[in-house]
């Protein structure tokens, strides 16, 4: 029952995409514990022994780090959240290609004259307080 699927199909992509990203991470991480704190240590055993240990301990971290992250993505309110977010997302309404690229455009053309209009605006503060000082 630990490692059954919770509600098979549901939620697919979003219970895939999140444990893909989750062992990403936790990949990395193994991979900074292998480069920075275990290949450059010095364990006092054999050279192959060693080596184990360098190689066994990031691999053996990484497959329970997967089996947490099995456990997780499949804990029924987890696994529930993710499900609800899925759909929600299939209900978004999206803009179009070209409505994004229209306000995209509005908003650097406002953003230019708000630049302008305050730099205006500093200028002749400048200007006046200098006046008002001298």
Not at 41 to 70: H, K, Q, T
Request: aromatic share 16%; proline share 2%.
């Amino acid at each position: 029952m630990a490692l059954s699927i919770y509600k098979r199909g549901q939620g697919k992509y979003t219970r895939l995409c999140t444990a893909f990203g989750a062992a990403i991470i936790a990949a990395l991480g193994c991979w900074q514990l292998y480069h920075e704190v275990l290949e450059p240590a010095e364990f006092g055993f054999g050279r192959r022994a060693s080596l184990w240990i360098e190689i066994m301990v990031p691999v053996g971290l990484f497959g329970a780090l997967g089996f947490v992250i099995y456990w997780l993505v499949n804990k029924p309110s987890m696994a529930d959240f993710m499900i609800s977010a899925e759909g929600e997302m299939k209900k978004v309404s999206w803009s179009s290609r070209k409505e994004i690229a229209v306000s995209t455009f509005i908003v650097i053309v406002v953003v230019f004259l708000m630049a302008a209009l305050l730099g205006v605006v500093d200028i002749i503060f400048k200007m006046f307080f200098t006046w008002l000082l001298f």
